[in-house]
């Protein structure tokens, strides 16, 4: 497949501007409060960095959980639906419903009926594990011709990478920082921009808040 033909998934993204619009609740985006700690398991539904910028949605840590958004609409780049997100002190959790990435063509998709990431300590002394659900996933492009459907698989393994010309889908992205981990449903990178989809995060020793990687 030659990356001219690829480059329709997902590409327009780079060059969207606009302002970030919110369907439903008042608290669909909730960010940690300037000058507060970090803390060492929190989940997000959904965050953007890069030519679009979208702060961490529904962001939770073990002393505001749950957190919800009744969903997201960046026109031209991604929608959701609901947005469920909760942390305890061994365990964290994201949900997010009715997932849509654009391409250039409303057609033009990554869809998923929900995506979810789970993170959780060992009770007998080894490293975080956890893992991602993906619900009625795929990738089309109808406006491409000859691009077959990609399905999305329902339970990935850790770090299952599609490659896209200069478009990379990471499924259930896993990333330690030391002892801790940071599980990521579904993560879309291009240059200039990166968008992360259910993420939960957890670990015992705090080092640091998230970042564009997690």
Known sequence: MKGTSVKGILSRAVKVAGSLGVVGGALAFAAAPAGAAPTPTYAYGLSAFGVIHIALVAHVNVGSTPQVSAGVVYPGFATTGGILDRAKRFQAYSQVGAVKVYGPQQVDQLNASM??????????????????????????????????????????????????????????????????????????????????????RCGVPDVGPPNSNG
């Open 115 to 200: 995506v979810s990431s789970t993170c959780r300590l060992s009770l007998f002394g080894g490293p975080p594990f956890g893992g991602a659900t993906i619900q009625a996933g795929s990738i089309v492009a109808p406006s491409v011709p000859f691009f077959p459907p990609i399905p999305l698989i329902r339970n990935p393994a850790p770090n299952t990478v599609i490659n896209l010309g200069p478009v990379t889908v990471t499924l259930n992205k896993q990333t330690f920082n030391g002892p801790v981990l940071t599980v990521t449903g579904i993560y879309i990178t291009f240059p200039g921009q990166d968008l992360s989809i259910a993420v939960s």
